[in-house]
Nanobody
Framework: QVQLVESGGGLVQAGGSLRLSCAAS????????MGWFRQAPGKEREFVAA????????YYADSVKGRFTISRDNAKNTLYLQMNSLKSEDTAVYYC????????????????WGPGTQVTVSS
């Protein structure tokens, strides 16, 4: 089993920045892919960004490309999401997710999930 815990969410004004972290523990050697998803009230969970754990290739949703950066620290088993130029539409609960591998953009690929952290962007 793999345990994931997010941190770093909060309230920020539009145009501001936040950095989310996700600490992984347990059988982390089984993880090949990690990602960030988000879910706004009344909406379905959507893909935000993903990274190949060992190779480092990154993938982004069009809505965040150029504003968000996903990265990881293999030694610390920690995933990050740097969010810049935040907009009110970025308001959501952000989830960290892990997988052995598969379709990067699909939430069904990911078997491990954190409890989520709230990000609220005020306009």
């Amino acid at each position: 089993q793999v345990q994931l815990v997010e941190s770093g969410g909060g309230l920020v004004q539009a145009g501001g920045s936040l950095r989310l972290s996700c600490a992984a523990s347990g059988r982390t050697f089984s993880i090949g892919l990690m990602g960030w998803f988000r879910q706004a009230p009344g909406k379905e969970r959507e893909f935000v960004a993903a990274i190949i754990w060992n190779g480092g290739s990154t993938y982004y949703a069009d809505s965040v490309k150029g504003r968000f950066t996903i990265s990881r620290d293999n030694a610390k088993n920690t995933l990050y999401l740097q969010m810049n130029s935040l907009k009110s539409e970025d308001t959501a609960v952000y989830y960290c997710a892990g997988s052995m591998g598969g379709t990067i953009y699909s939430s069904r690929t990911y078997g491990y999930w954190g409890p989520g952290t709230q990000v609220t962007v005020s306009s």
